[in-house]
Every structure is written in structure tokens, then in C-alpha cells.
């Protein structure tokens, strides 16, 4: 059973930083590709960042220059240093992952629970 487990949300002001964390447990083969993506009421769920197995990256052109991803391979875990953060990045973020299963040898796509992100004075 394959769990994404998500930290580091938070309430901070305009121009503060947060890390966001996210660690794949469970039977996994190997990782495809992890990544965020965030929702904000009323909108819909956008890519924030990703990070393949090859180690190539995307950013929301909204976040590029101010976040970046990152992954410890060995922990499953993939990062996301958030900074200069804007109220316009309040969302909730979401942690995605696609993983090999070792009975299959298929890609699977599997989403955390989210953590919230509150940008605010």
C-alpha cells in the first residue's frame, strides 16, 4: 500500500519561505516522476513544480525564480522550497508521485492528502 505524506504547510506573510516535504512510503520499484501541484477555492488544481527520474524540472511560470524542487532518492522524499512567497500562491498543495509497482512494472499515479499554504498579513 502506497502512501504520499505531506508537511511543512503553513501560515506565513508576504515574502516569507516555507519547505514543503513529501515522502512516498510503501512497495514502490522505483520513482518515475514527483511533483506538487496546488488549489486555490474556486480554481483548478494547476502544476506548481515537478522533477522526473532523470532529475529535468518544471515550474509554473508564477513560481519560477521563487520556488524549487528538489528529491532525496534514497528517503523517497521530494521538496519544495518555496520563497518570496505571495498571497496569490495561497493554495492548498498537493504532492503527486509516479511510482512503479514491483508486481506490475507499471507507472502508477498517487496523490497526498494536501497541506495548506496561507500567504497573508
Known amino acids: 500500500q502506497v502512501q504520499l505524506v505531506e508537511s511543512g504547510g503553513g501560515l506565513v506573510q508576504p515574502g516569507g519561505s516555507l519547505r514543503l516535504s513529501c515522502a512516498a512510503s510503501g512497495s514502490i520499484f522505483s520513482i518515475n516522476a514527483m511533483g506538487w501541484y496546488r488549489q486555490a477555492p474556486g480554481k483548478q488544481r494547476e502544476l506548481v513544480a515537478a522533477i522526473t527520474s532523470g532529475r529535468s524540472t518544471n515550474y509554473a511560470d508564477s513560481v519560477k525564480g521563487r520556488f524549487t524542487i528538489s528529491r532525496d532518492n534514497a528517503k523517497n522524499t521530494v521538496y519544495l522550497q518555496m520563497n518570496s512567497l505571495k498571497p496569490e500562491d495561497t493554495a492548498v498543495y498537493y504532492c503527486?508521485?509516479?511510482?512503479?509497482?514491483?508486481?506490475?512494472?507499471?507507472?502508477?499515479?498517487?496523490w497526498g492528502q494536501g497541506t495548506q499554504v496561507t500567504v497573508s498579513s
Open positions: 503527486n508521485a509516479d511510482l512503479v509497482s514491483p508486481d506490475t512494472g507499471w507507472g502508477y499515479d498517487y
